[in-house]
């Protein structure tokens, strides 16, 4: 003869296995996706030579955080991203209409490729401290950039509902941590 403290107790243990179940279903993209499931945004490429004001105009009309900078060849040489125009050009005094992107950019970049994993470029941009990084093809051609909030958009996809609707402080209890007593 089921109670009214039985029948919730079900419920809830019923929801727990059941957030586990969704837990579960989202490791295989985090560590199995590639990079290419990211959407990654068209690069937007200039030469070593172009002017630091032209590239600020650049992002800033683009809505990017960052321009890859490529060599004679079109190679990725560089990138230049809004924490170098804060670091290296404004926090040295520098005249931007003066600077070239070669003085003043990050050289030879860690890039990936759109087959590399995802999990891969998290680990890129949680310890190196990465918020874009370059996607070159095999000849190191700039074909997409990747951004954190690419990375959260694609995380926040992955997780259920029910998962993304726990109240703070909620836990997800395992089947072999429910008190059955």
């Known amino acids: 003869m089921g109670g009214e403290f039985e029948d919730e107790y079900s419920a809830t243990i019923d929801d727990d296995l059941h957030k586990t179940d969704d837990l579960r279903e989202t490791s295989g993209p ?23 004001h032209e590239a600020v105009r650049t992002m800033l009309a683009h809505r ?3 321009v890859l900078v490529t060599d004679g060849q079109g190679r990725l040489a560089g990138i230049f991203t ?6 290296r050009v404004v926090g040295r005094d520098l005249d931007a209409r003066r600077t070239p992107l070669g003085e003043v950019m990050t050289r030879n970049p860690e890039a990936l490729t759109a087959s590399d994993r995802v999990a891969y470029a998290i680990h890129c941009m949680s310890v190196a401290g990465y918020r874009t990084i370059p ?4 000849e190191r051609r700039p074909i997409g950039v990747v951004t954190v909030s690419d990375v959260v958009r694609w995380l926040a996809s992955l997780f259920p509902e029910a998962v993304l609707n726990l109240r703070p402080g909620d836990t997800i209890k395992h089947p072999q941590e429910v008190d059955a007593g």
């Open 82 to 87: 809004e924490r170098d125009v804060l670091t």
């Open 64 to 66: 990017q955080a960052g």
């Open 135 to 138: 996607l070159v093809d095999g």
């Open 30 to 52: 985090l560590l199995n996706d590639t990079i290419a499931v990211l959407s990654p945004a068209e690069p937007i490429c200039l030469p070593e030579a172009a002017m630091v």
